[in-house]
């Protein structure tokens, strides 16, 4: 192995080099990352692999290629599925054959960065699918999601791949966003939290594990795209600065600190100003303020969509470039950039960019003599002159006998076996669906969902009917992002009560029609599954940036372009709930799957009891058929508000105006707050609660007794600040960590707030309110902060 300092030497000596040697066409094509990843290589009639003329094509416009996007996606987008797409088993041999490619065609012997999407789990076949951000932000378990995330890194980082295109930067602030789905919830510290645990997760501490199994994040969306007027996805953030720094921001500075290698810069603007051509944004802020080193990443043709500002799309390449954009996604104006040769700023932001990328690329041994020595066993590409092992695909130049000569040798790629992959899979799975119990929220029934799993488990008992439109539905608990299961892992809440209480006991109902009336007189439980889904068809219509395009009418309700006006549940499902409750006095359980803050007050006055699982992921249906029959926790709490009425939105916890009393047709607008959740902590009592002011910090320190039952889930502190200059917010999520008691047994909480989260810029002093505990029984304290000297 390489000590760390002379291989930040021997970087710096290459980059430098490679700088002075390549023309400024090649330097702008190792800024682009142009080409769909899946169109990058063919099936040759022996079913083994080979590259494609596209690839080859791009090489050898750019001399070399600087980001692959996507080579393992799977999904309706890219029409790739097990069918013909890449398989778990080809994935080192896909690798191998594009880094062959690159280096055979390539002017300088560089390697290609391999991104792929992975906002919950890598979207490639095989791939482990982790419950969507938004269920991940109901565990408030940040330290069980970074663990997870490092499961995905390795399963990446096994398959040949260098970075890691992850959701996490945005704030849920309007329902009828469609991306809702992929923020942690309405919370920015909550936010920021889970963005520090993918990055130390992914990269490890202090990027520790890059080019040691695991790979580098680029965190998406940078910056308050969930501030779109109107939830329209990629339109105006109307927001100040104060407020952007305190709701969007912070995940943008926890990344940074856990130290992200990337970004990714918005579709949104910011007051005018699209954050893909924000200097403010992009450089003043991101790079001077906080210190960033990595690369900035366009979102996929946002560059190109700049047109309308700049009046042509070379104008706008150059724009995205200048304000701080290192590295293109799908658009034309990077690979434009060739006609401001002359343009001396272009220039410079040309080598700035490239001496990014090629330092992450350095990271990862893509450059010229710069991988570790020892490969392990596993498949070596090329190398400084050394043999390399036979990766049976035979030698990439031959085809048409180019082999340009490199003056400082070739990259040495390392392509892990497949037993790291499959060791990595085993690990990220078991982390699934430990996560997917962890998301399950109660919202209302504790006593009634007790008893109906009482009358579930009873085997002598009458016959279970399972409803609602994704009763026998999987994909629904998946979200967007993902690539098709294999078959054999199709699993659903009512297979899941079918095999557990047997075949003939569990009916089905799909919209509340097909069963006599004897059935429905005898039913036990009636389980109803409603909400929405993401789910894309491949015979779906798309946007040219993959986002759904057009939707049909039972289609996908939910992810990215499909916002919507309305956020009562999709399909008339409040209806179907009046037609269960007409036919049957069953006790109603139910399930509610989606990816948004749905308007559910019809659903709670209807069911007995009700159980809120966002997009669980792959193991949901397991976990919900787990809680249903008290086998399982429900520790979750809300990411999220719950609008009591849908026109009374946004509505956040954090709001700084309270909306009760405001509208004469809704006045309550809010069903249930920020962090509601009946089965978090159930039965534990908060016995002492002590605040006390230490020099720049406010210390917290709490006991919590647990009853005669075990129970887990996250304790929360919430502070209001009263006084300064700013009228406050109604609260603030300020510290919380999660919890697992043994029955009868106490446990200590402790936190340490820092008084700038506390105060406003430019306060001497604060007088805080602090509570602790849930919403029937709660401890509060209060305590003045002052800045030091005051």
Same mark, same amino acid.
């Given at each position: 192995? #390489? ?20 023309? =400024?066409?090649?330097?702008?094509? !190792? ?5 769909l990843g ?10 083994t692999l080979? $590259?494609s ?6 090489i ?6 600087g980001?692959?996007?996507?080579l =393992? ?7 790739r599925d ?7 088993q080809?994935?080192?041999?896909a690798?191998?054959v ?11 012997g560089i ?8 906002p919950?789990?890598h979207?490639?076949l095989?791939?482990t699918?982790?419950p969507?951000n938004l269920a ?8 069980t ?23 996490g930067?945005d704030i ?20 920021a939290?889970?963005c520090?645990?993918i990055v130390?997760g992914m990269q490890?501490?202090?990027r520790?594990?890059?080019g040691h199994g695991g ?10 795209q ?5 939830g329209?996805n990629g !339109?105006?953030?109307?927001i100040? +600065?104060?407020d ?13 600190r856990a130290g992200a290698?990337g970004?990714?810069a918005?579709y949104?603007?910011?007051?005018s100003?699209?954050?893909?051509a ?7 802020y991101?790079?001077d ?16 969509r ?17 304000a701080g +954009?290192d590295?293109s ?16 700023r272009?220039?410079a932001?040309v080598d ?5 990328v ?8 893509l ?6 020595d020892?490969a392990?066993g596993?498949?070596?590409v090329?190398?400084?002159?050394d043999?390399?092992?036979?990766t049976?695909?035979?030698?990439a ?7 340009p000569e490199h003056a ?13 992959l499959?060791a ?7 982390l ?8 399950l929220?109660l919202l209302?029934?504790v ?7 009482r ?8 016959p279970v009917?399972?409803?609602?439109? =994704?009763?026998d539905d !999987?994909?629904c608990f998946?979200?967007?992002?993902t690539? %098709?299961?294999?078959?054999g892992?199709r ?7 079918r095999?557990?209480?047997?075949g003939?006991r #569990?009916?089905?109902?799909e919209?509340g029609?097909g069963?006599?009336a004897?059935?429905w007189?005898?039913a036990v439980?009636?389980v109803?599954v ?5 789910e894309r068809?491949y015979?779906?219509?798309?946007a ?5 395009a057009?939707v049909?009418?039972h289609?996908a309700?939910?992810?990215e372009?499909?916002?919507l006006?309305?956020?009562?549940l ?14 049957t006095?069953?006790?109603?359980v ?8 749905h ?7 209807t069911?007995?009891?009700?159980l ?10 397991e ?6 029959l008290?086998?399982?926790p ?11 009425s ?7 916890y954090?709001d700084r105006q309270? $909306?009760a009393d405001?509208?004469r ?9 920020f962090?509601?959740?009946?089965g978090?902590?159930?039965g534990v009592? #908060?016995?002492? =609660?002590d605040?006390?002011?230490a ?7 709490a006991?919590l007794?647990?009853?005669?039952? %075990?129970? !887990? ?11 300064g200059?700013?009228?406050?917010r109604l609260?603030?999520? +300020? ?5 697992v008691l ?17 105060m406003d810029?430019?306060?001497?002093e604060?007088?805080v309110?602090?509570?602790i505990g849930?919403?029937a029984?709660?401890?509060?304290r ?6 030091p000297g005051?």
């Amino acid at each position: 192995m #390489v000590h760390a300092a002379s291989r930040t030497q021997r970087s710096a000596v290459v980059v430098d080099r490679l700088l002075a040697g390549m023309t =400024f066409d090649e330097k702008i094509g !190792q800024l682009n990352q142009r080409l769909l990843g899946w169109k990058a290589v063919r099936r040759r009639g022996d079913g083994t692999l080979a $590259a494609s003329d596209e690839l080859k094509r791009e090489i050898d416009r750019w001399g070399g290629l600087g980001v692959l996007y996507g080579l =393992f996606r799977a999904d309706p987008w890219s029409g790739r599925d097990w069918g013909n797409g890449i398989r778990p088993q080809e994935r080192g041999e896909a690798a191998a054959v594009v880094q062959e490619t690159v280096l055979a065609r390539g002017a300088h012997g560089i390697g290609a960065l391999l991104s792929e999407e992975a906002p919950h789990g890598h979207q490639a076949l095989g791939g482990t699918i982790l419950p969507t951000n938004l269920a991940l932000g109901a565990t408030f378990d940040p330290d069980t999601v970074r663990e997870a995330e490092a499961a995905v890194a390795a399963e990446l980082a096994a398959s040949g791949v260098h970075i890691a295109l992850v959701s996490g930067l945005d704030i849920a602030r309007d329902p009828r966003w469609g991306r809702c789905e992929e923020c942690f919830g309405e919370d920015p510290l909550m936010a920021a939290r889970m963005c520090g645990a993918i990055v130390e997760g992914m990269q490890g501490e202090q990027r520790s594990r890059i080019g040691h199994g695991g790979v580098a994040v680029v965190l998406k969306h940078l910056a308050a795209q969930g501030e779109a007027v109107g939830g329209r996805n990629g !339109q105006s953030a109307i927001i100040g +600065v104060h407020d952007l720094r305190e709701i969007h921001l912070p995940p943008v500075e926890a990344g940074v600190r856990a130290g992200a290698l990337g970004f990714m810069a918005a579709y949104n603007d910011i007051d005018s100003m699209p954050c893909c051509a924000n200097p403010w944004l992009l450089r003043e802020y991101l790079r001077d303020e906080l210190g960033f080193d990595g690369i900035v990443m366009a979102d996929g043709l946002a560059v190109d969509r700049l047109e309308t500002m700049t009046g042509s799309i070379p104008a706008a390449g150059r724009a995205a470039l200048l304000a701080g +954009v290192d590295v293109s996604l799908w658009d034309q104006g990077f690979a434009s950039l060739g006609r401001y040769a002359d343009d001396e700023r272009v220039v410079a932001a040309v080598d700035r960019s490239l001496r990014r990328v090629l330092d992450l690329k350095a990271r990862f041994g893509l450059l010229p003599c710069m991988a570790d020595d020892g490969a392990g066993g596993a498949i070596v590409v090329d190398s400084c002159g050394d043999a390399a092992e036979d990766t049976g695909h035979g030698d990439a130049r031959a085809e048409d006998g180019r082999a340009p000569e490199h003056a400082g040798g070739r990259a040495r790629i390392v392509i892990p076996d497949g037993a790291a992959l499959d060791a990595a899979v085993r690990h990220t799975r078991a982390l699934s669906r430990q996560l997917a119990r962890r998301c399950l929220v109660l919202l209302a029934g504790v006593d009634s969902l007790r008893l109906a799993g009482r009358a579930l488990a009873d085997g002598q008992a009458g016959p279970v009917v399972v409803a609602g439109p =994704f009763a026998d539905d !999987q994909a629904c608990f998946l979200g967007d992002y993902t690539a %098709p299961l294999p078959d054999g892992e199709r699993t659903t809440v009512y297979w899941e009560l079918r095999r557990r209480l047997g075949g003939d006991r #569990v009916l089905l109902t799909e919209d509340g029609t097909g069963l006599d009336a004897d059935a429905w007189r005898r039913a036990v439980v009636v389980v109803a599954v409603v909400g929405g889904t993401s789910e894309r068809s491949y015979d779906s219509a798309f946007a040219d940036n993959g986002a759904a395009a057009a939707v049909a009418e039972h289609g996908a309700t939910c992810g990215e372009g499909v916002d919507l006006s309305r956020i009562t549940l999709p399909w008339d499902q409040d209806g179907l709930l009046a037609r269960l409750r007409e036919r049957t006095d069953a006790p109603i359980v139910t399930v509610v799957v989606s990816g948004r803050p749905h308007v559910l007050t019809w659903v709670m006055e209807t069911s007995s009891a009700t159980l809120w699982a966002g997009y669980a992921g792959p193991f949901g249906p397991e976990a919900v058929v787990d809680a249903l029959l008290g086998q399982g926790p429900m520790p979750g709490r809300l990411p999220v508000t719950l609008p009591a009425s849908p026109g009374a939105i946004p509505v956040r916890y954090n709001d700084r105006q309270s $909306a009760a009393d405001v509208y004469r047709d809704a006045e309550e607008p809010v069903l249930l707050p920020f962090a509601h959740g009946l089965g978090a902590l159930d039965g534990v009592s #908060v016995e002492s =609660f002590d605040v006390a002011v230490a020099g720049m910090a406010v210390r917290i320190s709490a006991r919590l007794k647990c009853g005669v039952e %075990p129970a !887990q889930g996250a304790v929360t502190v919430f502070a209001r600040r009263i006084g300064g200059t700013r009228i406050p917010r109604l609260a603030e999520l +300020v510290a919380s960590a999660y919890c697992v008691l043994e029955a009868g047994r106490t446990c200590e909480f402790h936190a340490e707030i820092g008084i700038d989260r506390l105060m406003d810029p430019g306060d001497d002093e604060t007088r805080v309110h602090l509570w602790i505990g849930g919403e029937a029984a709660r401890l509060e304290r209060e305590v003045m902060i002052r800045r030091p000297g005051i």
